[in-house]
């Protein structure tokens, strides 16, 4: 077993506090991903975890036990690097050895670990090669299978694809989640600024910004429910397109007006606090659909196209929003730049945002089947 609470966990460096009072529980087997963006505090919550930096205030429970004042060493917690860190002057054998041999672990033993670890990772054909004649993805793992043969109770992965080319990234990516599958019991938690890295990869996702916690859900509720405007931009790839609009009519269906009178009514609850408050449209580039002449509610001109085979990123230009708008539309739909074209959407695949950037919660769960109804 290996459940991890986190109470009101702070880290200051000086005067600046890098952590704000973060409250987490992870329950023993789970593979979390903490995301965010550069700066966010990820790496630092991951490390005050691993013990490599010192808890300002709060507490860290590990199996019910305080692992405030435990030296990292004896927390039973198995950290992967950026950085492979690997030993350059011994084998792949000795550098998952190494760790063993310093803990007293008999040979026999060393032995039967290294061989498991390897033949889980692929790594069985290379332990007798040294780091220089391994490929960049073959030293990550050799990093993994050093963690591994401790026999930890909790994994921490601090960025490890990050130094990879994209290939090797995916492959890699790839070997994580079958290791996982192998180790069901064993707590994994996983830092990342890249967010399919986290989709793909995640049981639960932590998304944190400015040392505080945004939201955490498993990886298709932030991607359906986002708590709000970072998250849902944060979470999603190309990011969510926002048009802003009006809040016109308040209740369990909204209505919003946006900035060229369009007006559609959108199943999410709203006060008659929210009544002429200016708000965010929230839409995904997936969420939309050509439309014909006249019955689109997204109109625009096309400034960009980015032909990807199967599908096609689209930019429109337009009066009513700030930004590009991107539509992922089939890659083979003939269109062509300077073309004016129409999208519409469902009601019930838009998102609506406050002044607060808090998103307004469905009103139900009704699946309408009709397009969008625009006044």
């Known amino acids: ?51 490599l930096e010192e808890i300002s205030s709060g507490e860290f429970h590990l199996d019910g036990k305080l692992m405030n004042y435990v030296k990292p060493a004896n927390r039973g917690i198995s950290m992967v690097f950026q950085s492979y860190a690997l030993y350059p002057h011994m084998s792949v054998f000795d550098n998952m050895a190494f760790g063993l041999k310093i803990a007293g672990v008999s040979k026999d033993q060393i032995q039967k670990r290294i061989e498991k670890a390897a033949a889980s990772l692929h790594l069985t054909p290379f332990l007798q090669r040294h780091p220089k004649a391994l490929s960049g993805g073959q030293r990550q793992r050799v990093a993994i299978g050093r963690a591994i043969v401790r026999n930890p109770k909790v994994f921490l ?10 290939a090797l990234r995916v492959a890699t990516r790839i070997e994580i989640a079958k290791l996982k599958q192998s180790m069901p019991d064993t707590t994994m938690i996983y830092v990342t600024h890249d967010q399919v890295e986290a989709m793909t990869l995640a049981d639960r996702i932590v998304v944190l910004k400015d040392g505080k916690i945004e939201q955490v859900g498993t990886p298709i509720e932030l ?23 009006r809040l016109t009519k308040a209740g369990n269906e909204t209505e919003v007006c946006t900035k060229d009178g369009n007006t559609i009514r959108i199943p999410v609850s709203s006060g008659g606090e929210l009544i002429d408050s200016s708000v965010m449209l929230g839409v995904r580039p997936e969420d939309v659909w050509l439309a014909e002449a006249g019955s689109g509610f997204l109109k625009g001109c096309i400034s960009l196209i980015e032909q990807l085979g199967e599908v096609q990123l689209v930019y429109l230009e337009g009066t009513f929003f700030d930004q590009p708008l991107i539509a992922k539309l089939p890659g083979t739909t003939e269109l062509e730049v300077g073309m004016e074209i129409e999208l519409s959407v469902k009601p019930e695949l838009l998102h609506v945002f406050d002044q607060n950037e808090a998103r307004l919660k469905r009103a139900d769960f009704t699946q309408h089947s009709e397009p969008a109804v625009y006044a």
């Open 1 to 51: 077993m290996a459940e991890i609470k986190l109470r009101n966990i702070r880290k200051n460096y000086g005067t600046v506090e890098v952590l704000h009072g973060v409250d987490l529980d992870i329950e023993s087997g789970e593979f979390v991903v903490f995301v965010g963006p550069s700066g966010c505090g990820k790496s630092t919550l991951l490390r005050t975890i691993a013990g």
């Open 157 to 166: 992965f601090d960025e490890p694809l990050s130094n990879l080319d994209a």
């Open 223 to 245: 991607y359906r429910e986002p708590a709000s405007l970072f998250v849902a931009q944060f979470i999603g790839s190309p990011a969510m397109n926002l048009i802003p609009a």
